[in-house]
């Protein structure tokens, strides 16, 4: 089976309450145990970043979000679930003994994943009954957010317990990658110690503080990371005659004395001292859910750049997310309602999110539009225009919108959206739709839009298909008694 039915998560940190919160969101029951005495409160915070999270990054539906059960022993949390993440601090001792407990306790084919940032799997699983269905699943933090982990097997794991870890991720939005070989810290781990020491040395020589080096990350190779990773950024910078240049160019430096990797600095009190008041200076001003939150607000910012990349078909971590909301919108259920009902049809509901407002703490202008295209998607989807009818060459195209602003919708307001169709024939819908305040129903905003069926790989005007015909004229037909919606056929300017 390639999708998780139920998740345990022992340990609920900042790691093990990120996972929860990444299968909650995925609609997955999880049972969670942790002693320490404010997990509920700690878990429950991250839960509601996670929240706030997701309703700036996607407009996709999700599903119904999973029930989060606080549970008094491992026994009790491991109990039908087919995932169990493992989230204890990283000690060898600790986690080889939580695990083994895991094992004693679970269903023979759950699958056991260790959030472990550098322990060998091996070492882990040395205890077990079943040690084949034990691994590495190296997240990042902030898990719900950020997609990767990292699929590592000891001696003793079965390699298909790797491929379906990867199957069982990808439909909550995450890309798992096997690594060959089992090796300390992994691969992400390495890398960024790497960089971690260097950075130590740069403090400790006083070439620069610790806000100078993290705006040269962030300011410079940070961004050319985040979409396209070291290799393919430097294949580039080899010019037409890509990585074999870039090699002959630069391979040389590295036997050049520029780096201390093999020198470990001593991390002295004088030295602590100076790092964490350096931090201070930088950052100590705002508090820990406040600044977890800006990371939020940037990797969504992120992301949604990266969704639009190479011609809107997504790049890297954008592709991953475009993906993901592809299978929610095919997950999604339609709305629900009576094609013979001469009502509008409900189809959106949403809230607006601190992504969406501007230094007002309005929703902006662009946020109306894309709220009014989800309502138009909707509609779409009821009449037979989902994921496969596009794939197959055809869809409806927006060629004409126009959109009055009625009211004002500010951060935190519940929102909903109707949608009328006024006209139709065998290529055009002509439709109506409106966004409501949720809690006083008073009309935001109104778009008045006209869609043209479309042969996507003729490029050309076309009839659409017969049964889709058919689901617009039923609607069409109980619409047809309407009154015709004020402000339809306006134009800008026109006095009310």
Not at 149 to 167: D, P, S
Not at 288 to 301: A, K, Q, S, T
Not at 344 to 366: F, S
Not at 408 to 423: H, R
Request: negative net charge; contains cysteine.
């Amino acid at each position: 089976m390639t999708k998780i039915t139920k998740a345990a998560c022992i340990g609920g940190g900042v790691i093990g309450g990120a996972w929860a919160a990444r299968f909650l969101l995925a609609g997955i029951d999880v049972n969670m145990f942790d002693p320490h005495p404010e997990a509920t409160r700690i878990v429950g915070e991250v839960l509601a970043n996670a929240e706030r999270a997701y309703a700036m990054l996607t407009m996709a539906p999700l599903p119904p979000k999973g029930k989060l059960t606080f549970v008094k022993s491992i026994e009790e949390a491991v109990q039908g679930a087919d995932w169990i993440q493992e989230s204890v601090p990283e000690r060898v001792e600790l986690k080889r003994n939580v695990i083994t407990q895991i094992d004693a306790a679970a269903s023979p084919t759950a699958l056991i994943g260790s959030s472990t940032s550098g322990i060998m799997p091996t070492d882990l699983q040395r205890d077990m009954k079943h040690p084949e269905r034990m691994f590495v699943a190296h997240p990042y933090n902030p898990v719900y957010l950020l997609p990767l982990a990292e699929l590592v097997g000891g001696e003793k794991t079965a390699k298909a317990t790797l491929q379906e870890a990867k199957a069982k991720l990808a439909p909550i939005g995450m890309k798992g990658v096997i690594i060959n070989k089992e090796i300390e810290a992994f691969v992400g781990d390495r890398l960024l110690e790497a960089v971690w020491r260097e950075g130590l040395w740069l403090i400790k020589d006083d070439i620069c503080d610790t806000e100078t080096l993290d705006d040269v990350i962030r300011y410079s190779f940070g961004m050319r990371w985040a979409q396209m990773g070291m290799f393919e950024t430097y294949r580039i910078a080899g010019g037409e005659a890509g990585m074999r240049h870039f090699l002959a160019q630069f391979g040389p430096c590295l036997s050049w004395p520029w780096t201390k990797l093999m020198d470990v600095v001593d991390l002295d009190d004088e030295l602590v001292d100076k790092i964490a008041g350096q931090s201070d200076a930088q950052s100590g001003a705002r508090g820990i859910r406040e600044l977890e939150r800006i990371r939020d607000e940037n990797l969504v910012g992120i992301m949604h750049a990266l969704k639009s990349g190479d011609g809107g078909k997504g790049w890297g971590a954008g592709k991953l997310l475009a993906d993901f909301e592809q299978s929610l919108w095919a997950n999604a259920e339609k709305p629900k309602t009576d094609l013979g009902d001469a009502q509008p049809i409900r189809i959106l509901d949403t809230k607006v999110n601190a992504a969406w407002v501007d230094y007002n703490g309005h929703m902006t202008e662009h946020r109306y539009l894309q709220v009014f295209g989800d309502t138009s998607d909707g509609l779409l989807r009821l009449i037979g225009v989902d994921l496969d009818y596009v794939k197959n060459g055809h869809s409806y195209y927006t060629v004409e919108t126009h959109i009055r602003n009625l009211g004002e919708a500010k951060l935190g307001d519940a929102l909903y959206s109707t949608c009328q169709i006024l006209s139709h024939d065998e290529k055009r819908l002509h439709i109506f739709s409106t966004i409501y305040n949720a809690a006083s129903n008073e009309p935001v905003a109104t778009a008045e839009q006209m869609l043209l069926h479309v042969d996507s790989k003729a490029s050309k005007a076309v009839p659409a298909l017969p049964e889709v015909i058919a689901r617009v004229e039923a609607i069409a037909q109980a619409h047809a008694g309407l009154a015709k919606p004020e402000g339809v056929g306006r134009s800008v300017g026109q006095k009310r």
